[in-house]
C-alpha cells in the first residue's frame, strides 16, 4: 500500500535580510492509498510551505525531521524523482509556460512518469476523454501551457495532468481558490473520478470548506502556527464552518 509518512518536520525558508525563518515546527502526517485528507487553516499556517517542502522546492529547506514514501527517503530525491516515485502537487499558482503545447506537455510528463512513452493512438483517446470529463475544449490542447488561460483553466489543467499521470499521492494545494461554482463543479469531478479508482492519496489543502461538499474526506487536520494543532472526521470541516480559526491560531501563538 502506497504510503506517505511526514514525521517532525521543521522548515525554513529565507527572507530577504532577516535571514532563515523556521514555517513548519514539527508537522506528523501519514496518508495512505486510497485515502483522502484535508488540512485546513488560517493564511500564514504553513499549509503551502507543506505541500512545496514535500515536492522538493528548492526554496524550503527541510532542518528537522523526515519525509518517506514507501520507506524511502523523499529528502533524497530530486524533483523529478519524486514525481516518478509518484507524488503529484497541483500547484496554488501554476506558471505559463510559453512555447510548449498542452499536448507535448502531457506526454512527455506521462512518458517521464510511466518510464515509456505511451502509444499515441491510445494516448490521444485517453486525453480526449479525460478532457471530457473536465468538460474541456479539445483546441485547449494546442494552446501554450497556462498562457492565457483563466484561473478556472489552470486549475482544470492541473487535474487533467493528475487524471493523466495518475500518481499515488496527490497534494492539491488550494485548487479551489478563484473558482466559480461551475468551475468548482467540474475541478471536483476531475478529483472524484481519480479517488473512486482507490489508487491516489489525496491532500486537499484548503481555506474553506466549499470544496469538501464535492470532495469529502475522511480525515481533516487543522494547521495553525507551522504545527497540526487538531484532527478529526469530516464534522471538523463543519465546526470551522461555524467557528472559524480564531482558537486555533491562539493555539499555534502559544506553542
Not at 488561460?149 to 492539491?172: T, V, Y
Amino acid at each position: 500500500m502506497s504510503t506517505l509518512e511526514i514525521r517532525n518536520l521543521h522548515v525554513s525558508v529565507e527572507t530577504d535580510g532577516e535571514g532563515p525563518r523556521e514555517i513548519l515546527r514539527g508537522v506528523d502526517l501519514t496518508v495512505r492509498k486510497g485515502e483522502t485528507h484535508a488540512i485546513m487553516g488560517p493564511n500564514g499556517s504553513g499549509k503551502s510551505t507543506l505541500s512545496y517542502s514535500v515536492a522538493g522546492h528548492p526554496k524550503y529547506r527541510v532542518t528537522e525531521g523526515s519525509i518517506t514514501m514507501d520507506g524511502e527517503d523523499v529528502l533524497a530525491m530530486s524533483v523529478d524523482a519524486r514525481a516518478r516515485a509518484g507524488i503529484f502537487l497541483a500547484m496554488q499558482y501554476p506558471v505559463e509556460v510559453p512555447g510548449v503545447s498542452v499536448s507535448n506537455f502531457l506526454r512527455t510528463s506521462a512518458t517521464a512518469v510511466r518510464g515509456e512513452a505511451p502509444k499515441l493512438r491510445l494516448w490521444v483517446k485517453e486525453v480526449k476523454e479525460t478532457m471530457g470529463v473536465l468538460e474541456m475544449d479539445q483546441a485547449f490542447a494546442e494552446r501554450s501551457v497556462n498562457e492565457g488561460f483563466s484561473g478556472g483553466e489552470k486549475k482544470r489543467h492541473e487535474i487533467l495532468q493528475m487524471m493523466l499521470l495518475r500518481p499515488k499521492i496527490a497534494i492539491l494545494d488550494e485548487t479551489d481558490s478563484g473558482l466559480d461554482v461551475d468551475a468548482l463543479r467540474l475541478v471536483s469531478g476531475g478529483i472524484n473520478a481519480v479517488r473512486e479508482t482507490g489508487e491516489t492519496g489525496m491532500l486537499l489543502i484548503t481555506h474553506y470548506t466549499r470544496i469538501l461538499r464535492y470532495v469529502q474526506p475522511e480525515f481533516v487536520h487543522v494547521m495553525a502556527g507551522g504545527r497540526i494543532v487538531d484532527e478529526g472526521g469530516p464534522e471538523l470541516a463543519a465546526t470551522l464552518e461555524d467557528s472559524g480559526y480564531d482558537k486555533y491560531v491562539k493555539l499555534g501563538e502559544a506553542a
